[in-house]
Every structure is written in structure tokens, then in C-alpha cells.
């Protein structure tokens, strides 16, 4: 007899999900949808929430001069507020796109479409992490406790985006980016150009690295009219990415400048300008091995951006020793 391939995985595992991760393998029974529903199980996401975060703040403290025992509170509180908050939204998206989920091969053994948990329960553990989320940042300044609270709204609107654009990786990078405005603000207590370069320069990274994710669903978007930027830009792809990776490096370097020139030295200046190019480089290196067609060089690739969107931190914090 054939086996019905159409059936949920009965393990629960997620087929996007890490090998051997912690989740499946080490994590009590009853929280693993859960923890699934919140991509606990694939913590690349965290990881490029958190990233734009990091940014602006050693960026904020290297401008100022000054790094201390709060910024190193802030530091902690963006890394557990990325994971909640990144845990939230996926919840969100997956309640919003569970139709869509079930016909799509690679998103059909997450947890709703699965059956593993239901709508009301989802709707329950989002709340949970959103408040939990907001307890950690009512420990901000009041500038950026606003920040944060606005940022629900285009946390709200990118599920819908593929709906209605063919940009919906744009709106998902004007989610994700809003840490480049909120590590600034937490330190500083005010926007201002430098991290708002930044931001801008997170979003054209999104578009960069989701583009290349969005790759391993085009067949299936295809069919059920889910619009991306992947199959927008077709055979076209390498030229786009190469702008979005151009358009990366100039707008972070440019947030640099505007926060380190004229108060930081020479040194410090060209450290922190060594992250944005050595990121750069990253980024032609992953344009360089993509594979439009082959799903598994997709998902490796744009897992990589961690490294990445580090080497920008690394640097960053290296700038403010020399």
C-alpha cells in the first residue's frame, strides 16, 4: 500500500524545522506545538529580528561614548523581547494563513493546518507572549515604549501582504527592522538620521534574504495566487538582489557616518564602516552560490544571514574598544 504522504508528520516536527532541534527532541510534549507556533524551532527568525536591534544601539553607544550597566539590560531585553515578540507574530501569521499553509508542501506540518493545536488556543499563547513581551519593555524609556507599541501595527499587517502586493517581503522588512529605531531610541531617548538609515538599510536586507526564502515556494504560490518577490523579479532574480545588496551596505555605512561623524575618531569610524562592507561581502557571497531552483541551497543560504547581520555586530562592538 502507498502511504498518504498528504498526512501530518505524527511526530509534530515541522518540515522546515532544524535537525535535532531542541524543540522536537528535548522540549516537554505538551508545549511543543507551541513552541512550534512560535518557530522556537527554527530560531533564524529571532536572530533577524533581533540583529537590527543590536545595530542601533552599539551604534547609538559608540556615538555617545558611553556603554553601561542599562545598555547592557537593553541588549538582554531586545534579545527576549525578539524571541517573544518573533514568537507572537508567527502565531499571528499562522492563525491568518492557515488556509494557505494547508496547500502548501513545505508549510502543511505546522501546527494549526496539522491539527496539533486550535485557532482559539493559538489566539491564547500570542497574547501571552505579547504581554510578556510589553512587561519587558515598560523597562525603556517612555520614547520607546511608544516606539514598540507602534510597531504592533505593521506586525498586524504583513500576514495580509502577499494577499494584495507583490512586495509583501517589503512589508515584512518594515516589521522587522523596527529594532534599528527602537536600540537607538532606548539609549538616546529621540530618533534620528543615523538609525533611520539603518532602518532602511535592514529593509532592503529583508528583501534581499526573503526573496531568496520565498524561492522554495514559487510552484506552490503559483497555483493558489500567493504573490512574492521571488516570482515577481523570475528570471531577473540576481539582478534585484544585487541591487537590494548595494543598497544594504550604502545605506548602513551612511547610518554610520551620520552617527560617528564628527564626534568619533578615525579608528573607530573605519571599524564600524569594515562591519557594513565585510556584511556586503556576505551577502555576494551567498548571491554567488544561490540556486533559484533548488529549495535546499534557499533555506541554507538565508539561514546564513545570521552570520551575516553578526559580523555587522561584531564590528560594531569592536569600534568601541579600539
Known amino acids: ?98 488556509d494557505i499553509d494547508s496547500k502548501v508542501e513545505r508549510t502543511k506540518s505546522r501546527p494549526i493546518p496539522s491539527g496539533q493545536v486550535t485557532v482559539k488556543q493559538a489566539m491564547v499563547w500570542m497574547g501571552l507572549q505579547a504581554l510578556i513581551s510589553f512587561g519587558i519593555l515598560l523597562t525603556f524609556n517612555w520614547a520607546t515604549i511608544l516606539l514598540g507599541i507602534a510597531a504592533l501595527l505593521p506586525v498586524a499587517i504583513y500576514p495580509f501582504a502577499k494577499r494584495f502586493t507583490w512586495w509583501p517581503q517589503a512589508f515584512l522588512g518594515i516589521a522587522f527592522n523596527w529594532g534599528a529605531l527602537v536600540g537607538w531610541v532606548a539609549h538616546t531617548g529621540s530618533l534620528g538620521l543615523a538609525p533611520i538609515a539603518l532602518y532602511a538599510a535592514g529593509i532592503a536586507w529583508t528583501l534581499f534574504y526573503d526573496t531568496i526564502y520565498a524561492y522554495q515556494d514559487t510552484e506552490d504560490d503559483a497555483l493558489i495566487g500567493v504573490k512574492s518577490t521571488a516570482r515577481l523579479f523570475g528570471e531577473n532574480s540576481r539582478t534585484w538582489l544585487r541591487v537590494f545588496l548595494v543598497v544594504t551596505v550604502v545605506l548602513a555605512a551612511l547610518g554610520v557616518v551620520l552617527a560617528l561623524i564628527p564626534g568619533a575618531n578615525a579608528l573607530t569610524l573605519v571599524v564600524s564602516m569594515g562591519g557594513a562592507w565585510f556584511m556586503g561581502w556576505h551577502l555576494a557571497w551567498q548571491l554567488r552560490k544561490l540556486d533559484t531552483d533548488n529549495p535546499e541551497t534557499c533555506m541554507k543560504l538565508f539561514r546564513s544571514n545570521r552570520d551575516a547581520g553578526l559580523i555587522f555586530v561584531l564590528f560594531l562592538a569592536a569600534s568601541q574598544i579600539v
Request: overall charge neutral; hydrophobic content about 40%.
Open 1 to 98: 500500500m502507498t502511504p498518504n504522504t498528504d498526512l501530518p508528520d505524527p511526530t509534530g516536527q515541522v518540515s522546515d524545522a532544524y535537525t535535532g532541534n531542541w524543540v522536537d527532541h528535548r522540549a516537554p510534549a505538551w508545549s511543543r506545538p507551541y513552541l512550534r507556533l512560535s518557530r522556537a524551532d527554527r530560531p533564524i527568525g529571532t536572530w533577524l529580528l533581533l540583529l537590527p536591534c543590536w545595530w542601533s544601539l552599539l551604534l547609538a553607544t559608540a556615538s555617545t561614548g558611553r556603554f553601561g550597566w542599562y545598555d547592557a539590560w537593553i541588549m538582554l531585553g531586545c534579545a527576549i523581547g525578539s524571541f517573544l515578540m518573533r514568537g507572537a507574530g508567527c502565531t499571528w501569521n499562522d492563525i491568518t494563513d492557515r
